[in-house]
């Protein structure tokens, strides 16, 4: 009797550190492809003031759009947690879509090489972060549907993991509408 229940309990500890490692390494996992993203989102807050200064000098008196994408670029750079970092994300998306709105009123600017290759660039990088960005929440959901489903969500509310927060646009419908520019 003695031998099933040291049986039983090393059968069960067997279990539970199985599926508390399988936990940590999709948490793992998301936090890995939190740093793709975060490699690319680094890679545009590079190349925001090289594009703020180019357009700075065409549109002098965009002072307000200018100082919104610095604004930006600043709370991205002070953002500690992975949330912080994807609201300021968020932030920063909006403001180059306007700054590029703005773009189209002057075709100088337009033609000039070096926005058009910082566009370009940003352009590449945007769509390398809506890529990452795909494959973390696809790496968010296996990690909360793991952590939800039973009996690991005995386990994991024992050791205390929550469901984690995806990577979405703030506002999806702002994100579908064009900028409009009004002068």
Do not use: C
Request: proline share 2%; glycine share 2%.
């Amino acid at each position: 009797m003695l031998w099933i229940i040291i049986w039983v309990i090393v059968v069960l500890s067997i279990y539970v550190v199985s599926q508390y490692n399988g936990i940590i390494k999709l948490r793992n996992n998301r936090e890995n492809a939190f740093a793709d993203i975060d490699t690319q989102l680094k890679l545009r807050f590079d190349l925001v003031p090289n594009l703020v200064n180019t357009v700075k000098w065409y549109a002098k008196h965009e002072k307000e759009l200018l100082e919104n994408v610095t604004k930006a670029r600043t709370e991205f750079l002070g953002a500690g947690s992975v949330d912080a970092k994807m609201d300021a994300n968020n932030m920063l998306t909006n403001a180059l879509k306007s700054m590029f709105a703005v773009s189209e009123n002057y075709p100088d600017l337009k033609a000039n090489q070096n926005f058009m290759q910082m566009q370009t660039e940003l352009s590449d990088i945007e769509n390398k972060i809506a890529a990452s960005r795909r494959f973390f929440n696809s790496a968010t959901k296996e990690f909360n549907n793991h952590l939800e489903t039973f009996p690991t969500n005995i386990i994991g509310g024992m050791f205390n993991f929550s469901r984690m927060k995806s990577f979405e646009l703030e506002n999806r419908e702002e994100e579908s509408k064009s900028v409009e520019v009004k002068f």
